[in-house]
């Protein structure tokens, strides 16, 4: 079974920065995208920042220019560097990635990982 595992979470200051990592388990055939959502207390997940296989990204309006995600197709391995982390970007971030494990897989499956928290506060 395919996983996904978050790193880099932590405590930071407002202004700091922090570099959230998404690791894959196993080897698979295709990531068609990846994508990184949180979730804050009492409020639904939301979309942070995706790339796709070819490195076109999108963000929030709320990260934009703060925010940059990227991705290593060699290593299938995702990241997403946040700088001047402000109190309300405090959540749990979730790695997404929409995999096609094997080649006979026609449609590509979303995994989640187990998401890592951030909490920005002086």
């Known amino acids: 079974q395919v996983q996904l595992v978050e790193s880099g979470g932590g405590l930071v200051q407002p202004g700091g920065s922090l570099r959230l990592s998404c690791t894959i388990s196993?080897?698979?055939?295709?990531?068609?995208?990846y994508g990184w959502y949180r979730q804050a207390p009492g409020k639904q997940r939301e979309l942070v920042a995706s790339v796709t296989f070819g490195g076109t990204t999108t963000y929030a309006d709320s990260v934009t220019g703060r925010f940059t995600i990227s991705r290593d197709n060699v290593t299938q391995m995702a990241a997403l560097q946040m700088n001047n982390l402000k109190p309300e970007d405090t959540a749990v971030y979730y790695c997404n990635a929409k995999i096609r494990t094997v080649i006979v897989v026609p449609t590509p499956r979303d995994y989640w990982g187990q998401g890592t928290q951030v909490t920005v506060s002086s």
């Open positions: 196993e080897r698979v055939f295709e990531i068609t995208s």
